[in-house]
Structures are given as C-alpha cells and as structure tokens.
C-alpha cells in the first residue's frame, strides 16, 4: 500500500484505502502511513494500519466507523497521548513523535475534550475552565476575565461560580470545552464529546460547536458514532474500517454554513448520511 498523498480536489469523494485528498488549504496536521499494534495479554492487535490524512488549518474532521475500528487510537495518537508503532505525525510541520517520546512543544496549541468532562468537583466551574491558565502562570484577575468570556462563548454565561454536581451534562460538557478553549488551541481534538447526552441536548451542542468553531477558528477532529452528527458538522467524513483500522473513504460535506437543524432535511443532507450508512452496512 502506499503512503503518497496524490493531488486531488478536496470536493472529490476518496474510496482508495490509504490515500487521500490534500485538505483544503494549508495542511496542519499531517498523518503519514501510521501504524499502531498493541501488545495485549491475547497477543498483538493491530488497530491501525497505514493511516494517511492530510488536515487544513481550520478544518472540521469528523472520524465515523464501527466499534473497535480504531477511532480512538488514532485520535490518541494525534492527541499525544499514545505512540504510533510506525509512521509520523506533524502538527504545523513539527514532529508530534519523535522515536516514541512525545514532542512536548508540538501540544502548546492543543485542547483536548473527551466523553467524560473530567472536571474537578471541587472547584467552580471557572476555577475548572481557567485551571490550564493557571498552569501556565496567568493572573487570578485575568483567569477570572477569561473564565467568564469563555462560559459566554459556551452557553454557560451566570454559572462561573456554579460547581460541576450543578451543572447538567451537557453543561459540563461545556464547561470541559470551554477549559479546552482556554488557551487559545488551534487544534481542538474531541472524543466522543456528546455521546452520553440525550437526542434534544445534543442537537443542542451540535450547533453551539458549530459556532464555537466558526468563532475560534480552530481546526477539529472529532470522534462520533452519530453519521448524521458526523455530517452536520464537518467539511469532512473520514470512515475508518476494522481489522485492522484503516481509512475506507473520505467525503467532503458541500453543504453551506451555518447549518441549522433543517439543514438535516435536506436532500443533499441526507444523501451523504445514506450512502456513508449504506458504506458501514457493507461491512
Ligand atoms: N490498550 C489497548 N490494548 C490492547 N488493545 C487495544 C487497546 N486499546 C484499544 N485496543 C484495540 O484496538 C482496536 C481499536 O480500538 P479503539 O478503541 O481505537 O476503537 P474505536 O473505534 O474507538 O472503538 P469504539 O467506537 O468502541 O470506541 C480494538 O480492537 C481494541 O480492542
């Protein structure tokens, strides 16, 4: 299999494992033939296998696919939190791994939301948002003024003095994206963010990401079981398929912003959600 990105218009629709188009734009995160075997108890699990994918500055990624198909892991990889077993990975053309240690100076620009908000109780929600600023020497003053315009930015305004057992889900949800906001990321990478929360809250948050997006301009890879959630939000759609993980095709999302719920009646909508759908069944 090959590692060559050819030339391609981003508008058209990859089906070729392992190849991609060029993203729109200049690439910022770069993923070049990305292996990852885990040496389990039950021997080794080759999750993925010569990823390539090439991200524009301010692209919306969403990664769909079965379960175990390697979702996690690759976003683990681009996050710094795991090493590929081969391959290399460059964010803003600096190496995010160098032979197995984590390039430390490559993560300054990088927040990170998983399912699980993982705030502390025992702080207020903007101790919890503004806690990152802290560990990077900013002022209580500061911390408190940037708290309070990020909790605006989130939906969260009138609550930065409320503690996590107060808040929703989706409310904490929030609040872990605002801390990942904190700093400025310019890329945002997002596991499963929404998946614990009802239907109605998170067609709620799909929109509120969407314009936290449009407002920060950060580039997002995001991780959903949802193909009609994946869709929504994305320029787009990476399908990773199983054993071992692999990318199966990548569809551009033409559809103008910003997108509304009707946007999802539509039949241009819709006909991506099919045939991605369609993709998955043939599995
Ligand atoms: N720490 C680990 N040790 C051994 N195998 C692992 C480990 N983590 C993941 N795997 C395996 O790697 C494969 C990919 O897992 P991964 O969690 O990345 O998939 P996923 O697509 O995110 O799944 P899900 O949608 O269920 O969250 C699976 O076969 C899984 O069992």
């Known amino acids: 299999m090959t590692t060559e990105t050819p030339q391609q218009s981003p508008a058209t629709r990859t089906e070729v494992p392992g190849i991609q188009p060029g993203a729109s734009g200049e690439a910022q995160l770069e993923v070049v033939g990305v292996d990852k075997t885990y040496q389990a108890r039950r021997g080794e699990v080759h999750a993925l296998s010569n990823v390539n994918l090439s991200i524009g500055r301010g692209e919306f990624i969403s990664l769909v696919g079965r379960s175990g198909c390697g979702k996690t892991t690759l976003l683990r990889i681009l996050a710094g939190l795991l090493p590929p077993t081969s391959g290399t990975v460059t964010a803003d053309g600096q190496s995010i791994w160098r032979g197995g240690k984590r390039n430390d100076e490559a993560f300054e620009h990088f927040g990170l939301v998983f399912q699980d908000a993982n705030l502390f109780p025992w702080y207020t929600v903007a101790d919890n948002v503004s806690l990152p600023l802290k560990l990077r020497g900013m ?145």
Not at 223 to 249: K, M, Q
């Open 139 to 283: 002022g209580k003053r500061a911390r408190r003024a940037r708290a309070t315009e990020l909790c605006e930015l989130v939906g969260l305004p009138g609550f930065e003095n409320a503690y996590p057992r107060e808040l929703s889900g989706g409310m904490r949800q929030r609040a872990a994206i605002a801390r990942a906001l904190s700093y400025d990321p310019t890329i945002l990478l997002m596991d499963e963010p929404f998946g614990a929360l009802d239907a109605l809250t998170r067609d709620k948050m799909n929109l509120e990401l969407q314009s936290i997006h449009a407002q920060a301009g950060a580039t997002v890879v995001f991780v959903t079981h949802s193909i009609s959630e994946a869709v929504f939000l994305a320029d787009r759609v990476v399908l990773l398929t199983p054993r071992p993980g692999r990318i199966r095709s990548i569809t551009p999302v033409p559809l103008a912003r910003p997108r509304s719920l009707e946007t999802e009646t539509s039949v241009e909508f819709q006909t991506i959600v099919r045939e991605l759908r369609h993709e998955l069944d043939e599995e």
